[in-house]
């Protein structure tokens, strides 16, 4: 095995460590949703399977000095671990946050004043707009490393969104009820 397969390999590594971690993260953010029809989705465990398999192969491919098989199980692998990333990221957004937070907005109760509008307004914009940056960095070629930038965003966007449910009584009553609702 070469230096630079060695090196390749110790990236690859670290790349999967950080989507362990990524995913835990997204996977904490569903369980304090406390929705039973909410669930997280099979894809970024699956993918996660799928980026061990193309590790073990590049891992074999180095062993065996084979330089175009290390060049494309890495391709492979960090394609797993950007889509399943994405995937999970994705579907937390536009199946749960964005449905809620636009009940809430149309919601003509007294929780939902002017102030509170604007404030969900802002969560959604912000939430559709990191779907669809997730959804055009799907189309560039980044490592996995280089790709979960935006999930420090989604976080301070969720702790936006749930600031003014801990301010407003009545408003964190609403969001349960239509919670509850999707």
Request: aromatic share 10%.
């Amino acid at each position: 095995m070469t230096t630079e397969h060695q090196e390749a390999l110790d990236k690859v590594s670290k790349a999967l460590f950080l989507y362990v971690d990524n995913i835990f993260i997204i996977k904490s953010i569903y369980d304090t949703i406390g929705n039973a029809h909410v669930h997280g989705i099979a894809s970024p465990y699956l993918n996660f399977r799928d980026a061990l398999f193309h590790y073990k192969k590049m891992y074999d491919a180095a062993s065996n000095n084979d330089n175009v098989g290390v060049i494309r199980q890495n391709a492979c692998l960090e394609e797993h671990l950007n889509r399943g990333i994405r995937d999970f990221a994705v579907n937390l957004c536009t199946n749960y946050f964005i449905p809620v937070i636009h009940l809430l907005m149309n919601n003509k109760s007294k929780p939902v004043d002017d102030q509170i509008f604007l404030r969900l307004r802002h969560v959604y914009h912000e939430l559709k707009g990191i779907v669809a940056e997730i959804r055009l960095g799907g189309q560039q070629l980044m490592s996995f490393d280089n790709n979960a930038y935006w999930l420090p965003k989604i976080i301070t966007v969720i702790t936006d969104f749930n600031a003014p449910l801990g301010e407003k009584p009545l408003l964190k009553r609403l969001y349960d009820r239509v919670n509850k609702s999707i």
